[in-house]
Every structure is written in C-alpha cells, then in structure tokens.
C-alpha cells in the first residue's frame, strides 16, 4: 500500500455535469500530480500541485481544474463532462518537485461518462 | 510522433525466459527516466529508475542511451509474477511525466 488513496473509486456521470474527485497524498508528501488513463493507453499528465500552488500542467482544457488543501490533499474537478473524458483517474503524491523522486500512485477513480 | 513510444506487445513468454522491452523518446532536454510496472485493474507502482551508466535490480537491468533516446529494461529468469504492463516514464521537466502506452507482458508456466 501506497498511503495515497482517491475517493470515490468508481463514478457513473451523464454528459455535461460537473465531478470532483478526491486524492489523499502520503504522509510527508507535498506534491500531488493527476493523471488520466484511457483504457489501453499510458496515464496522460492534467497538473501538478505543490504547496496549494498548480506547478505544471499537460494538454488538457481548462475545463479540468484542480485545488491543494494546506494538509496537501487535493481536488480535480471537471466541468461540462464529455463522453471521452470516461477514464481511469488516478494521483501520485511525492515528495517534491525536482522531478527525480518517486510517485506513489493511488488506486484511482473509474469515471464513466454516459 | 508520439512522445515516449513503446512497442505495446503483448509478449508472451516461458517461465525462466529473458526478455527485453525498448521505448523511446523525442524530448531530447528529457531529464529523467523510469520504469513502472502496472498490474490489471491497479495503479502504476515504481519498478526503477533508469540511469545513464545503467543500473540494475536482482533480475530487472535498465539501460538509458540518452545520444540515441532510448530506454530498455531487460527481465531474466522470468517469473509467473512478472506477468504486467511495463511502461515507460520520461520527466520532460517542469514535472510534466510522460508516460508510453505500456508493453505487455505475459509469462507462462
């Protein structure tokens, strides 16, 4: 076990609501990266937090956004959601920015858009 | 061209065998590099990190050829537990983590 754990772990959406999902980081960790997986496809980086700060982000629209509570926990939410946003999300905690330290991956969130 | 490419498999392999998984990638500023290993239905977990004189884990030996952009790992003496899909991470910088699509790899008895 990782220590990072998402809530909810699966999710049923119609088109054009709006999700949040919930990521606890590890202990001791301050950085929280999300990420999409499609099924039979690599996890695509959305952002990062560090420190309630967003510190990089991927090829995503706006419409994904996200927040870091000071405990380091974070949201990602997704607004107007859209049939191909039906996905795997999962987050890594690490803990730091250099790039170099390991993410410790959470058990995800199954989002099906219908 | 996608950013870090993988051959996707699946491999299927005897128990005992030595098999090899290559990746690419097309950000030559690339910073840092890793394998993961992710087992059905699961989140991805470290296998290792990938260093630029090699560097190896009991069975598991990655290698980084960074003039050529690209990362192999290498698994001897397979084992049933080895069976996952391997992917291949490449920090870009600024924390953006590329992952490939993943190698498949299937040990049989």
């Known amino acids: 076990e990782t220590g990072v754990t998402q809530s909810p772990t699966h999710l049923i959406k119609t088109r054009g609501q709006q999700v949040t999902l919930r990521c606890s980081s590890q202990s001791g960790h301050n950085t929280v990266s999300w990420y999409q997986q499609a099924l039979g496809q690599g996890p695509q980086f959305i952002f990062q937090?560090?420190?309630?700060?967003?510190?990089g982000r991927g090829n995503f629209p706006p419409r994904f956004s996200g927040l870091q509570f000071p405990n380091y926990s974070s949201e990602l939410n997704v607004n107007a959601l859209e049939l191909d946003d039906s996905a795997l999300y999962l987050c890594a905690s690490s803990p730091g920015t250099s790039g170099q330290e390991t993410q410790y991956f959470g058990p995800g969130t199954r989002l099906l858009v219908l | 061209r996608k950013e870090v490419e993988q051959d996707p498999g699946p491999f299927n392999v005897p128990e005992g065998a030595t098999v090899a998984f290559n990746c690419t990638y097309s950000n030559s500023a690339s910073q840092s590099f890793f394998w993961y290993r992710q087992d059905c239905r699961k989140e991805p977990k470290l296998l290792m990190s990938?260093?630029?004189s090699g560097n190896e884990d009991g069975r598991f030996t990655a290698q980084l050829n960074r003039a050529s952009q690209y990362i192999s790992l290498l698994i001897r003496d397979s084992k049933l537990s080895d069976s996952a899909t391997y992917l291949c991470v490449v920090n870009k910088g600024n924390n953006d983590m590329r992952f490939g699509a993943g190698t498949r790899l299937t040990v049989k008895p």
């Open positions: 990938v260093y630029s």
């Open positions: 937090y560090y420190r309630e700060e967003e510190n």
